[in-house]
């Protein structure tokens, strides 16, 4: 079972450059894949994704990516003569127009767009791509591990309040048949009160017995809960993304342990039932993070 947070960042020094990942993700529906890349390397945004797409399955993924030239490369720092050209012989004009002092110079053509333009890679995509989907597998898999590490522990707990629940679970079905019983000897002692010593009409007890047993049965919603119950713990020994289903099976539950308490109004099994809710939220804020 994977968790949907996670963290993961990778570097790689290549002939070309230093490339830098991050990866991080967040919980969500479904599978939103950000990606910041330098403008160079734009046309490799959607084989990053398909690479993404590979080991994640849901989660808001946010990707940075950071490419830094080699000190010495001689593109590094490049400077667009073609546009510098054009500029000059404007201001020139300008000036000469305005019937400006001074003269042109380097640093004010430096300030203006396009003098400065982006890094170009001499190398092929090809190339490039080998780089950087090197590094960017490296991140992803530190976002995995992160992200599996997480889950462990979230399943761990998982376990142990879903134990809870069905041992609450029993205790409602134990407290249940003991109801039936002692609302017999509460109404028998009622009914006796009222007649002294007079003959009880036996029949007549028995059926609002019957009554009330019919009215309070909660037997199957306890099997149901059960079965739910046992179907979650199933579920989170699986592989692959399994949240969405988990969170509709506490559904289920919820509905279950919401029909228990309104059919019961004895106190024991109130409280049991109330207690059922409060761990099935709990577990549906921890399922709303697993993949």
Not at 50 to 69: C, M, Q, S
Not at 235 to 240: F, I, Q, S, V
Request: positive net charge; contains cysteine.
């Amino acid at each position: 079972m994977l968790s949907m947070t996670g963290f993961g960042k990778a570097e790689y020094s290549s002939k070309v450059g230093v490339f830098t990942v991050e990866m991080s993700s967040v919980n969500n529906r479904f599978l939103e894949i950000s990606i910041r890349l330098p403008r160079q390397f734009s046309s490799m945004e959607l084989s990053l994704r398909d690479l993404i797409k590979t080991k994640l399955n849901r989660g808001k993924i946010h990707v940075f990516v950071n490419f830094d030239e080699p000190d010495g490369s001689p593109s590094r720092y490049p400077i667009n003569i073609e546009a510098a050209e054009t500029y000059y012989h404007q201001l020139q004009k300008l000036r000469k127009k305005l019937k400006l002092t001074g003269e042109v110079s380097v640093k004010d053509l430096l300030v203006l767009p396009e003098i400065a333009t982006a890094s170009a890679i001499s190398e092929p995509d090809e190339v490039i791509w080998k780089a950087l989907s090197k590094v960017a597998d490296k991140a992803l898999n530190g976002l995995v591990r992160m992200r599996t590490n997480e889950g462990k522990a979230m399943a761990a707990d998982l376990t142990a309040r879903i134990h809870n629940i069905e041992r609450l679970n029993a205790e409602v079905q134990k407290s249940s048949r003991a109801a039936v019983e002692a609302y017999r000897e509460k109404l028998t002692k009622k009914v006796e009160d009222l007649l002294g010593s007079a003959v009880a009409d036996q029949v007549r007890l028995e059926t609002e017995v019957a009554l009330m047993a019919e009215r309070t049965d909660i037997s199957e919603e306890c099997t149901r809960l059960e079965s739910h119950a046992a179907q979650f713990k199933r579920n989170l020994k699986k592989t692959g993304p399994i949240g969405k289903k988990l969170n509709f099976i506490l559904q289920e539950m919820n509905r279950e342990a919401n029909t228990i308490a309104a059919k019961c109004s004895e106190i024991e099994i109130s409280r049991l039932a109330i207690s059922i809710k409060e761990d099935i939220e709990k577990l549906r804020e921890q399922v709303q993070n697993v993949e």
